[in-house]
């Protein structure tokens, strides 16, 4: 058996790579902190060019017909840049939401969005019963919304936004007021639950992928800054202590990096135990984003509390990455019910969404 990504996987990881490097800049990002949306329509468009936002959407729909062992990889290298713009609520949760209705009859839907999606012209957003609050709501031209075990399609201009407050200037979330109707309803009953619970499960993929890019950038930071700064005439990275710090961090990620891969092998194949490979997944790339956090911060010393100190974009991002999709409280529940009880993964349900 293969363990490996292939050839053309790493090709599309290090095109992603690449691209981020040289757009996704520290600057560009505090840049967007300062405006109205704090998202880039050009850079958007850029993402579309080189196929980010129709990564999963079917090929016949104009995307490029992959999978989560894919989208993985995209995912990681946008938590390394810290990119702010909507990969996770329109690529990696909402295209494959759409594809299911389609595959469930709501095929007018799926023919109206994918493309769209696919060329960079139409954003998703995505709500889920973790959370009272929708990510990007402000960008989605379409939204999908939970009604207890209904799903509902409700287009921006049928809904009331409310900003609130984040720790994240990169994040944007929104409480959505709207009202539900046989219309906007897409999905009801069992076919609606099983598909929010999916959707839920792709978005904790998502976070935990972008969160190993978070603390390997942090520890990238990190070494390069104890490379630079000076004690006693020579690189505080030659300190045993220092070392130590950082090859824990190291430690960390590179344990939690194999969870998370096999977590979007069992998203991408259906596997009966996708629920629990992803919780676990997002507790320990969480885990150890949060880790790479403390450690970086502690290297840097005074300097790193510093607003201009550009460690802080990584470390928000953190901190927000572990609160979405479920914190790691609930992941860890959800874990001890499956492993340890013996019973089925916890429903993502349990929390009654806006509109309700």
Known sequence: MEFNFSEDQQLLQQAVR?????????????????????????FWSQLAEIGVPGLLVPEDDGGLGM??????????????????????STAAVGVPLLVELGELGQSGLTKKWLGPVASGEAILAVGHAQSPFVADAHVADLLLLPQ???????????????????NDQSQRLFSVDWSPSEKTC????????????????????????EQLGVGQQLIDMAALYTSQRQQFGVAIGTFQAVKHRLANAK??????????????????????QRSTDVSM?????GEAALFASKEALQV????????????????????S????????????????????????PASAFGYCAPGS
Do not use: N
Request: net charge negative; proline share 2%; aromatic share 6%.
């Open 251 to 272: 430690v960390q990620v590179e344990y939690a990096r194999a969870v998370v891969y096999r977590a979007a092998h069992s998203v991408a194949t259906g596997s009966p």
């Open 281 to 285: 997944a997002k507790v320990m790339a």
């Open 300 to 319: 840097h010393g005074a300097i790193g509390y510093t607003y201009e100190q550009d460690l802080h974009i990584w470390m928000k991002r953190a901190w």
């Open 67 to 88: 999978d989560e062992r894919d989208m993985v990889l995209v995912l990681e290298e946008a938590g390394r840049a810290a990119l702010a713009e909507p990969v996770i």
């Open 148 to 166: 207890d075990q209904d799903l509902h399609a409700v287009e921006r201009g049928d809904v009331t936004l409310t900003a609130q407050p984040s």
């Open 186 to 209: 897409v999905a009801q009953g069992t076919e609606g639950a099983a598909l929010q619970g999916a959707a839920f499960d792709r978005g904790v993929l998502a976070c935990a992928a």
């Open 321 to 344: 990455l572990d609160l979405a999709f479920g914190t790691s409280a609930w992941h860890r529940a959800r874990l001890a019910d499956a492993i340890i009880d013996g019973q089925a």
């Open 18 to 42: 690449d691209f981020l490097e040289g757009e996704c800049t520290p600057a560009a990002v505090r840049e967007l902190w300062e405006t109205e949306t704090g998202r880039s329509k050009t």
